[in-house]
Every structure is written in C-alpha cells, then in structure tokens.
C-alpha cells in the first residue's frame, strides 16, 4: 500500500513538473505570435498566440491541480486529494472552449474589415510552433498514458490544439500571400477553422475529466478483471456486487464477497484480507479495497 502510495504521488510530482515544462514553452510561443502577428498583420497569428496564453493560464491550473492531488490522505479528505486532478483538467477545457468562442467572434469581425495582407516572414514563426507544440504534446501524452492522468492528458492534448491552430494559420496565411488581395482574409478564415478544431478538442477533453467527478464506472476490462482475481481466492463462492472509481491517479474498489455462511468470523477476515492482498497486487493503480464479506446462498 506505501508502494503504490509512493508512486502514484511520485507520478503526480513528475506530472506537475511536466506541467511546468508546458508554461515556459507557451509563454515563449504566445510572446513571440502575438508581436508576430502584430508587426505582420496577421490577425490569425495573433489568434493563434492568445490561444497559447490560455496554455499558459491551463498550464498553471494542470500544475496546481496536480500538487494538491499529491498530498497524501488527513483527516478532513480520508481519500486523498485526487479529485483536484479532474477539476484542473475540467477547468482547462472549459478555458478552451471559452477561447475558441472569443477567438471565433473576432474573427468574423475582422473578415469584413479591411486589413492588410500578412507578411511572408510570419510563416517562419508558425513552422516553429507546429514543431515545438507537436513536440511537447508526444512527450506529455506518453507520460500521461502511462501515469494515467485525465489532467495531464488534457494537457497534452492542449499542445496539439495549439500545433492545429498554428498549422491552420500557416495554410490561412499561405493563401493570402499566394491569392493576392482577393484572398487577404484567408488568414482570418483559417482561424475560424481553428475555432472549430478548438472547441471540438475543448469538449472532447471535458468529457473524461467530468467523468471522473461523477466517479463514473471505470470501462473496459477493469472491474471484470478484479471480479476475476477475488474469485480465484480460495473461500471465495462469489462476488456478488464490485464497484470502482477513481481518485487522481489511484482506483478505489469496494466488492461484496460470498462465502461458506458456516465459517467463523475469523476466517471470514482472513479471506476478505486475502481478497483484497490479491487485487491489489493485480493491478499498481488500486489504492484500497474494501470487502465486505456475505454468506453464500447455497
């Protein structure tokens, strides 16, 4: 149990550090699109670069998130502080789908006012930011998979928001260039489009974390899995009912267990200490078992 304790907190510390990598590359990105885009004329850039300082705001919310989810169990939270990690993750989704409607009005605005059309140079800047947000979006989704955090995962897909934006403004910007005056709100359309891959990955983010508020049941194999494993405990006749949630990055699981209804309390304790032994060594991510001990019905 003080194993998988330290290391779900040590995936949250990482996490969190991970996080922090996130903040320096966006405010680096966002400082550099949006005086891009203003010295260029291209609204779509400066689109591009408020949307990187809402990475900056959702990279802080996924760190602080994740640093309150790291603190073991008191008394006023007996199961830990792992709900921090959705509501983080809830939060930074709902920043985006916020960003992509500002973004989104903006630019309808700015497609029926006459502007000038972007400067070539301004390409350059968003070949670097598809490559670095698509770069840091690899590295923080492997780490979130494998940690299995809904908060850094949202994270990650934060990045490769951002590199589809970045990427959606480049095509945009090439047009107005290619087009001449005919197409010089290209760049402006292309943030619209951007809008759209926002908020589809806004609300494709927010539905795990809520989920996860919600102590959804987990899917998949997971609770077939831990039914399986407390069956093949010797004393065990059945398990009646077996349910699962989880906190942060750990799993919480409560099963009821049929057994011989002639047995003594004692050995009722010991199968049902047994019970919870083999799952949890069946599976990392399980950070307690509670068992609840029934006669069969034979």
Not at 25 to 41: D, P
Request: hydrophobic share 50%; aromatic share 8%; proline share 4%.
């Amino acid at each position: 149990m003080a194993r998988q304790a330290h290391a779900s907190k040590k995936n949250l510390q990482t996490g969190a550090r991970v996080a922090l990598l996130g903040f320096v590359a966006n405010v680096m990105l966002a400082f550099a699109k949006i005086l891009a885009g203003f010295f260029g004329h291209a609204y779509v850039l400066i689109a591009d670069g408020i949307e990187s300082t809402l990475d900056v705001g959702g990279s802080i919310v996924i760190w602080g998130g994740l640093t309150v989810a790291a603190r073991p169990p008191d008394k006023t939270h007996p199961y830990g502080h792992g709900k921090a990690e959705p509501i983080a993750a809830v939060v930074v989704a709902l920043g985006v789908l916020a960003g992509a409607l500002a973004i989104a009005i903006q630019s309808v605005r700015e497609i029926f006012l006459p502007h000038h059309a972007p400067a070539p140079w301004t390409l350059a800047v968003l070949i670097v930011a598809v490559i670095m947000k698509e770069t840091l979006y690899r590295y923080v989704i492997r780490f979130g998979r494998s940690a299995e955090s809904t908060a850094v995962k949202t994270d990650a897909w934060h990045h490769r928001i951002d590199a589809m934006t970045s990427a959606a403004a480049f095509i945009g910007i090439s047009l107005a260039l290619i087009g001449g005056k005919a197409w010089q709100s290209a760049d402006d359309w292309a943030a619209l489009i951007a809008c759209a891959l926002i908020g589809a990955n806004g609300y494709r983010l927010l539905r795990p974390a809520f989920f996860e508020i919600m102590d959804t049941a987990p899917r998949g194999k997971f609770v077939r899995s831990i039914r399986r494993t407390a069956r093949s405990v010797p004393g065990v006749i059945e398990v009646e009912k077996c349910r699962a949630r989880k906190m942060g990055l750990d799993f919480y699981v409560d099963l009821h267990v049929a057994v011989d209804g002639k047995i003594s309390v004692r050995e009722g304790h010991e199968i049902a200490h047994q019970v919870k032994s083999a799952i949890q060594q069946s599976d990392s991510r399980i950070a307690d078992v509670l068992v609840h001990i029934e006669p069969a019905e034979l």
